[in-house]
């Protein structure tokens, strides 16, 4: 039955435009913004998934600045330590010459005392935005290494610490004295734990500093995955966003066709009448 009233042919054409012109849409949308997911109406769970992910790589950013502060701190700490240890085997030259009868005790007991009071710069030196690890006021340090997420979704903050090796007291060097060959004699077996303690607070600071650099590299790596996670679910496929465009674009105009023909179909009616 022919009508002029209900065209169910147009309706159908029309819908189907309707359809493709949706779907054409979507995929202009996706080539623009480079995103098949751009918005929460697009896919609900996927892009609450995405934002959160990016979330936490806003907060491993942060994360691999503070170890980065963390790092240069230590550095500062450890180039102190092994200065130290150097002027401490200076520093044992002296006193072992020293310990011999006919020499200038006091020409030596000048150099020591200048390299103590060199030592003691260094100590009260070797600080980075404020913090020292070679002195007792400097303390231990909390560096910020990771932010943890469970399966319930809680979030906690893990750090690493790196504790103050302190020379400010554990480098107590008036026990050292060249006055006298005796007293450079005694002198010898305290030099030797002063540099002892030096040599291992050196290789303390410097474990740490890797330990820091390493959880660095690692965040690095866990931000790259995190970020390639997030564009698979939500970038768009370009070559095959490309190769929709071209047939949706034909199957708009076949459907532009389709219904310009349904259209003109009540216009046969007046055929009926002539």
Do not use: C, Y
Request: aromatic share 2%; glycine share 8%.
């Amino acid at each position: 039955m022919s009508s002029i009233l209900t065209n169910n042919g147009a309706m159908v054409a029309l819908q189907t435009l309707k359809a493709i012109n949706n779907d054409l849409t979507k995929t202009q949308n996706a080539i623009s913004t480079g995103k098949d997911i751009a918005q929460a109406k697009d896919n609900s769970a996927i892009w609450a998934i995405s934002k959160v992910m990016g979330s936490d790589i806003s907060g491993f950013k942060a994360v691999s600045s503070a170890l980065s502060l963390g790092e240069s701190t230590v550095a500062v700490a450890s180039a102190g330590a092994e200065r130290i240890e150097e002027l401490l085997s200076e520093m044992k030259e002296k006193v072992v010459a020293a310990t011999g009868d006919n020499v200038d005790h006091g020409k030596l007991n000048t150099d020591v005392e200048k390299l103590k009071s060199e030592i003691e710069s260094i100590i009260s030196g070797s600080q980075f935005n404020g913090k020292n690890l070679l002195n007792t006021a400097g303390g231990d340090l909390e560096v910020l290494s990771s932010i943890d997420r469970d399966g319930s979704g809680t979030v906690t903050a893990a750090t690493i610490t790196v504790e103050s090796v302190d020379f400010e007291a554990s480098l107590d060097l008036s026990d050292v004295d060249v006055s006298d060959a005796d007293a450079a004699r005694q002198s010898i077996v305290a030099l030797e734990a002063h540099i002892q303690t030096a040599i291992d607070g050196a290789a303390a600071l410097g474990a740490a500093a890797k330990r820091i650099n390493n959880q660095n590299v690692f965040v690095g790596k866990v931000m790259d995955a995190m970020k390639s996670g997030i564009g698979a679910l939500v970038d768009a496929d370009m070559e095959a966003a490309s190769a929709r465009l071209q047939a949706l674009q034909t199957q708009q105009q076949l459907g532009v066709q389709a219904l310009s023909i349904a259209n003109q179909a009540p216009m046969t009616i007046l055929s009926l009448f002539r």
